[in-house]
């Protein structure tokens, strides 16, 4: 139980770690501190939401691959984006680069999850 909140907290810090590190020399503190906060809040409401479940799953279905993990943690973001803008949407091409961008944080967030909540002999496989 320790690993998954372990795993929540981390994988909710990754991508508020990579944004701070793109945009710190372009905003000044609080405008930073306001973004690192709004992308923590929705990576941590997604891993509880998406990446716990998905992790209990695959863990019932004994797959420890962390392939599985990151197939996921792509898929999921970049669905839930494209089923909830696709009507407004005017421009295809903003969708699919909003998509991929979404997609690769949220593999990138799946695979420091997994990190975390498989124990290391799985991991060196």
């Known amino acids: 139980m320790m690993d998954?909140?372990?795993a929540v907290i981390y994988s909710s810090l990754a991508p508020s770690i990579v944004i701070m590190t793109l945009l710190i020399f372009g905003l000044n503190i609080y405008?930073?501190?306001?973004v690192v906060l709004i992308v923590f809040s929705i990576s941590f409401i997604s891993s509880i939401l998406i990446g716990i479940p998905t992790h209990l799953v695959l863990k019932?279905?004994?797959i420890r691959n962390g392939f599985a993990?990151?197939?996921i943690g792509f898929i999921s973001p970049a669905l839930l984006l494209f089923i909830s803008t696709f009507p407004?949407?005017?421009?295809p091409q903003?969708?699919?680069?909003?998509?991929l961008i979404l997609g690769c944080?949220?593999?990138f967030c799946a695979y420091v999850f997994?990190?975390?909540?498989?124990p290391s002999e799985y991991i060196l496989e």
């Open 4 to 6: 998954i909140i372990k």
């Open 31 to 34: 405008s930073l501190l306001s």
């Open 60 to 62: 019932k279905l004994n």
């Open 69 to 71: 993990y990151i197939f």
């Open 88 to 91: 407004e949407v005017r421009s």
């Open 94 to 99: 903003l969708l699919l680069s909003m998509s």
């Open 105 to 107: 944080v949220g593999a």
């Open 114 to 118: 997994w990190l975390c909540v498989m």
